[in-house]
């Protein structure tokens, strides 16, 4: 995520944050395979009003290409639309299914258009991935941040696996769709 700052307040935003939500697993039986319980990280704006614990959002394949529709459980619809810079398939070729379903938490749009027709990604006060550059202290986690599906603390003893999602569904405009990315990871424990 890059750093961006609001003309209104003058406040470091982050120009380009695509929020992830991160979740967490420990190898509890020890067969090294991410077959065990996975925990969410719970960041800044999980307890917002706005934030969706039990989101699901469904893909339908398209009949010749283009745009892929959705549908998710709010009773909403869209596409994803293939923009002239992103004109590969939204859908995945490898699948046999016409139709793909993904829950989990949606957190609300991050997206403000600007007077200029621009697009301004606010990055989120902490918590999620691909929101915060590198370097900042708010990018960082801590496992005592993850939560069971309930909510409730999960008192992990450490993490042997880490899986990201995008958390928001939301279209910009020419710049398309929002989607997480991650470059990678660390464990700042070994780092320091």
Request: aromatic share 10%; proline share 7%.
């Amino acid at each position: 995520a890059l750093i961006d700052q609001d003309p209104a307040t003058g406040e470091q935003t982050g120009g380009s944050a695509e929020p992830g939500i991160i979740q967490v697993s420990h190898d509890d039986n020890g067969n090294g395979l991410p077959d065990d319980p996975w925990y969410e990280i719970q960041g800044s704006d999980h307890s917002l009003a706005t934030t969706l614990p039990r989101y699901s959002i469904t893909y339908t394949r398209p009949a010749t290409g283009g745009h892929t529709s959705w549908e998710d459980s709010e009773g909403l619809t869209g596409f994803i639309a293939q923009t002239p810079f992103h004109t590969q398939p939204y859908y995945p070729q490898w699948l046999d299914e016409d139709r793909l379903t993904f829950s989990g938490t949606q957190l609300a749009s991050n997206v403000e258009r600007l007077s200029n027709g621009t697009f301004l990604f606010r990055a989120l006060p902490w918590g999620y991935a691909d929101n915060r550059p590198n370097h900042a202290p708010e990018c960082e986690i801590d496992i005592d941040w993850a939560v069971t599906s309930n909510g409730r603390p999960a008192h992990l003893p450490g993490i042997h696996f880490v899986r990201v999602y995008t958390a928001v569904n939301q279209y910009n405009g020419m710049t398309g769709e929002s989607s997480t990315e991650v470059c990678g990871a660390a464990d700042l424990h070994l780092l320091k």
